[in-house]
């Protein structure tokens, strides 16, 4: 699935997840996720305004990540990446490759 950083003025700071995906990736009994960031596995809290409207990913180790490997250069902008399922409340996030 696609996602995209949220930025909080200072560079990306959570993954935004599209509502069609939260109903087709994450059970509603979930309360955690775990993200595969290459070498860095990190267990994420889902808030309950995930399931209201505002499906964001937040984490203190997850902004950090975001900052070194999905940095756009503009503090506003996002960065499109990949999240794939890879087992039980388990994604690998990648930045998408870029064709220039």
Not at 24 to 40: A, V
Not at 55 to 80: M, Q, Y
């Amino acid at each position: 699935m696609i996602v995209r950083t949220r930025s909080n003025g200072r560079g990306a700071s959570s993954l935004l997840v599209r509502a069609e995906d939260v109903k087709r990736y994450f059970p509603r009994s979930w309360t955690t996720i775990e993200l595969q960031l290459g070498g860095l596995r990190i267990d994420c809290a889902l808030s309950p305004e995930f399931w209201k409207g505002r499906p964001e990913i937040t984490d203190t180790r997850l902004r950090e990540w975001l900052r070194f490997k999905a940095h756009t250069g503009n503090g506003d902008a996002s960065t499109v990446l990949e999240m794939t399922p890879a087992g039980s409340n388990c994604f690998t996030v990648q930045v998408r490759p870029t064709c220039h």
